[in-house]
């Protein structure tokens, strides 16, 4: 049983630039309905001292990351401890990524589209990616109210560009949290999807679920998705096996839309909202999601490589993608 | 309390994206280490000079098809600003940073994490090679001065 549990997967306190400390934002955390966050400092991991405490005095899980905030883009690496970025140039972002890798942790990039220097230091990503097996996931929704932010349309072109290219990296959203105020925009939920065994303060299985792609990015609602083939049933970040693709047995598309039960969130399976199957074939099939919350139909998986389901529809009057997910993905 | 470094320096725009490290000996535990940076200018106030820097970069980042709205609205980035952020590393690795955008800074680094500065690493100090680098994201005016000092403090036997 996979349970989803709304994360926050890029945040900063005083130990950097942000200005609300850990404590603050976890108590903000919890009452925005989150159940997670990953500390992601700039460049360093001292904040991590206090997550101990603040984690049982809030009851939100803390993942320990960095925000590499280097010259030519910055970095978001979870579930490692600090890994040297310094003596590392424009070229040598694989070694970087190595250097994570071998302990233990995985490294996403953050906000790629950003405007760069000298409007902001480092923001846009520029190093150049040699093998792009090597990144774990990008933060293709960036900032609060990320389904209209100009800089996360590129960003999601890149990943889908990327996805039909063959490589599967996993996509998160990340507010980049500085500060809590009682006014702010919403920002979206990245939902990680554990084992109801695995508890979300496992920097572990979190991490893993992150790396596999078990999320589902979100304004609200979790969007289950699940492909059921040959008896079996497969999940987010799932890859069906050829066997399977060519046994010509029909596999049945399950999606199931839950809206979140925070107030703030209210968006579901109502009028005017569409569910869209996205793949590297393009657009499979586009519905009507009102009052449908439960949702079956039957997919065929020739030529499929991956596919995503998302939920599209009014948000305060702006038509916007509210959900969408990461792939599940087939052998070819 | 002795003064184990006190240096300053000039920068100009070639300075963006270079790292100066330097490099002090600590001959005996101290129990604490104290750090003052300062750098100015932090803003650039040359609108001028700051709108073709601002259209430069728009013109790298944006996507084609929003260039001319955000460079319509091109004040919303100025003024540019300097950015310099400090880290330090001991004889046992990395200390911890201060990537943060205040223009003077004080920081401690010390055994006990409640008066260790936000950022850094509590812990012993031992004595060795320490180094502190000032990592020159940004100088976008034509010269930016900083002064740093490291003092340390009662040598623990």
New interface residues.
């Given amino acids: 049983m996979t349970e989803w549990i709304p994360f926050e997967l890029h945040t900063h306190t005083p130990h950097s630039d942000g200005r609300h400390t850990l404590l603050e934002m976890c108590q903000t955390a919890a009452r925005l309905g989150l159940q997670g966050i990953a500390l992601t400092d700039h460049n360093t991991v001292s904040g991590l001292i206090d997550a101990e405490a603040v984690s049982q005095e809030t009851g939100i899980a803390i993942i320990p990351g960095m925000e590499w905030t280097t010259f030519y883009g910055h970095m978001l690496t979870l579930g490692a401890p600090y890994c040297e970025w310094r003596d590392l140039g424009q070229g040598d972002i694989a070694k970087g990524i190595a250097r994570v890798h071998e302990q233990g942790g995985i490294v996403g990039i953050a906000h790629p589209y950003s405007m760069g220097s000298p409007i902001c230091t480092g923001c846009h990503w520029e190093y150049t990616i040699e093998d792009w097996e090597q990144v774990d996931y990008m933060e293709v929704w960036h900032e609060t109210m990320p389904p209209i932010k100009n800089h996360n349309v590129p960003a999601l072109r890149q990943w889908t560009d990327l996805l039909n290219q063959g490589y599967r990296i996993s996509a998160t959203s990340g507010r980049d949290w500085h500060h809590s105020g009682d006014r702010d925009a919403l920002a979206a939920y990245t939902y990680v999807g554990l084992e109801d065994t695995e508890s979300p303060a496992s920097s572990q299985a979190v991490v893993k679920a992150i790396r596999q792609g078990r999320l589902c990015l979100s304004m609200g609602p979790v969007l289950e998705v699940s492909l059921r083939v040959g008896g079996k049933s497969y999940r987010l970040g799932d890859e069906v096996p050829l066997q399977e693709v060519n046994s010509n047995e029909p596999a049945q598309l399950s999606v199931n839309i839950t809206r979140s039960s925070v107030p703030e969130r209210p968006w579901g399976a109502d009028e005017g909202c569409m569910l869209i199957i996205t793949s590297n074939l393009g657009e499979l099939s586009r519905v009507s999601a009102a009052g449908r919350t439960q949702w079956i139909e039957g997919l065929s998986l020739e030529g499929l490589r991956w596919f995503r389901v998302e939920l599209f529809g009014p948000i305060h009057g702006l038509l916007a993608t509210i959900a969408f997910t990461n792939p599940i993905y087939v052998e070819i | 309390m002795a003064v184990l470094l006190a240096t300053e320096g000039k920068l100009t725009p070639v300075s963006?994206?270079t790292?100066i490290t330097y490099q002090f000996q600590l001959n005996h535990e101290c129990e604490f280490l104290d750090i003052d940076f300062k750098y100015a200018p932090k803003q650039y106030q040359d609108k001028a000079a700051s709108h073709a820097?601002?259209m430069e970069?728009?013109e790298?980042?944006?996507?084609p098809e929003?260039a001319e709205p955000y460079k319509k609205n091109w004040e919303g980035?100025y003024p540019?600003?300097n950015?310099l952020?400090l880290?330090v590393d001991g004889p046992e690795g990395?200390r911890?940073?201060?990537?943060?955008?205040p223009p003077e800074q004080q920081h401690r680094i010390c055994l006990d994490?409640g008066l260790?500065s936000?950022?850094?690493?509590?812990g012993k100090l031992a004595p060795g090679v320490w180094k502190i680098?000032v990592?020159v994201?940004?100088v976008?005016t034509p010269e930016c001065r900083y002064v740093l000092e490291v003092r340390g403090g009662e040598i623990v036997d």
Avoid: D
């Fill in positions: 963006s994206k790292h820097l601002i970069a728009i790298k980042y944006a996507e929003w980035f540019l600003q950015l952020t880290s990395f911890g940073s201060a990537h943060r955008h994490a260790t936000p950022g850094f690493i509590h680098t990592s994201h940004c976008v």
